[in-house]
């Protein structure tokens, strides 16, 4: 596709399971980056990758989060033992390089119950 | 500590009229910023930005103002229309990776 996707749109789940959140970025982007929005918040950056660099992951808010980037493309978040805290919308951007223009997916929505 | 501040949680304009979104920044690092505008179950679409070097950045109906010393960035919208409707979000980074928001300001144009 053109441009970033996101699986799944949504995602309700239970107070102590994993979910996993995957991302597609764009064909060709080095870059990509995960941030989340909590309601009335502005989006919070969570965790970076560039090409074959070692993730910039100081904005993880706990050791639950973790996210890996195989071969270079697809990105998975994975919370784990989720909180209702953690509910949110999980959005994921690409860039053709570091430091360019942040391309959005249209996010995933998470509700832990 | 919010280090990218947008005071107007919503902001009502005519269309055909200027619309003027604020933001506000306290990190002096920063020296790259953004706006971005979201429409509901959408991810937000890049709108302008400006580098730290410049005071002004023009794009169509989109113009952004950067005041430094005041640390201030503005967002100018003119003719406003009703398709303008969004989330507005101010974004500012030092380097232009991880990027810091506002918590957005609703932008509503009346027809």
């Known amino acids: 596709g053109a441009g970033v996707s996101q699986s799944p749109s949504n995602k309700v789940t239970e107070k102590g399971k994993d979910v996993e959140l995957r991302c597609d970025p764009i064909s060709g982007h080095t870059a990509l980056y995960w941030y989340r929005q909590s309601l009335g918040q502005g989006l919070e950056f969570l965790i970076y990758f560039q090409g074959n660099s070692a993730p910039d992951k100081s904005g993880l808010p706990s050791d639950r989060f973790s996210a890996e980037r195989t071969g270079g493309s697809v990105s998975t978040l994975t919370i784990q033992r989720t909180q209702q805290e953690d509910s949110a919308v999980y959005l994921c951007a690409s860039s053709l390089l570091a430091g360019g223009g942040q391309f959005f997916g249209p996010g995933t929505r998470l509700t832990v119950l | 500590d919010q280090q990218v501040k947008q005071n107007s949680p919503s902001l009502s304009v005519q269309e055909g009229r200027i619309s003027i979104l604020n933001c506000d920044y306290t990190n002096s690092m920063f020296d790259y910023f953004l706006w971005y505008k979201k429409y509901p179950a959408e991810g937000p679409t890049f709108l302008i930005s400006i580098s730290s070097i410049k005071d002004k950045n023009e794009d169509g109906r989109f113009t952004v103002f950067l005041n430094k010393s005041a640390k201030h960035l503005s967002l100018h919208i003119v003719p406003s229309q009703p398709g303008d409707s969004a989330v507005y979000f101010c974004?500012?980074?030092?380097?232009?990776?991880?990027?810091?928001f506002g918590a957005g300001t609703i932008l509503r144009v009346k027809s």
């Open positions: 974004a500012a980074s030092e380097g232009g990776n991880k990027l810091v």
